[in-house]
C-alpha cells in the first residue's frame, strides 16, 4: 500500500481514517545518512512535518505525514540531515519511491 523501499528508512508511527480520507504517519529511522558515516553523530530531532498526497485507496484520499529526521554532529553542532538526491541513485529505491522523496523536497 506504501511506495515500495519507503519502510526502510520511515516507521509507521500512527494512521487514521474517516468517510473520506485515509492518513499515515511516517517517521525517518534513526540510521545514520552514509554520506555522514565517517562523522560522530547523535539523533538530534525531527524537521517539520511535509503533507504528501499519496494514491487514492477505496475511493478516499491518502496522505502521507512524513517526518524527517536531522542528526547533530557531536563537538562542532552542524546539523545534518539525509540527502535523498545521493539515496535515489543508491540501489535500495525503486522509481515509485524516488518519485515519492521528490515529491518531498518540494
Not at 5 to 34: C, M
Not at 72 to 93: A, H
Amino acid at each position: 500500500m506504501l511506495p515500495e523501499g519507503i519502510l526502510y528508512y520511515f516507521e509507521i508511527t500512527d494512521s487514521s481514517q474517516n468517510e473520506t480520507e485515509i492518513s499515515i504517519y511516517l517517521e525517518e529511522k534513526n540510521i545514520v545518512p552514509a554520506e555522514h558515516q565517517h562523522k560522530k553523530l547523535h539523533a538530534k530531532d525531527f524537521l517539520a512535518p511535509v503533507a504528501v498526497q499519496d494514491f487514492p485507496i477505496r475511493r478516499k484520499k491518502v496522505t502521507l505525514y512524513v517526518k524527517r529526521r536531522r542528526w547533530e554532529v557531536v563537538g562542532t553542532g552542524e546539523t545534518v540531515t539525509r540527502d535523498w538526491e545521493i539515496v535515489k541513485k543508491g540501489t535500495r529505491m525503486t522509481l515509485e519511491f524516488g518519485y515519492f522523496l521528490k515529491g518531498l523536497l518540494r
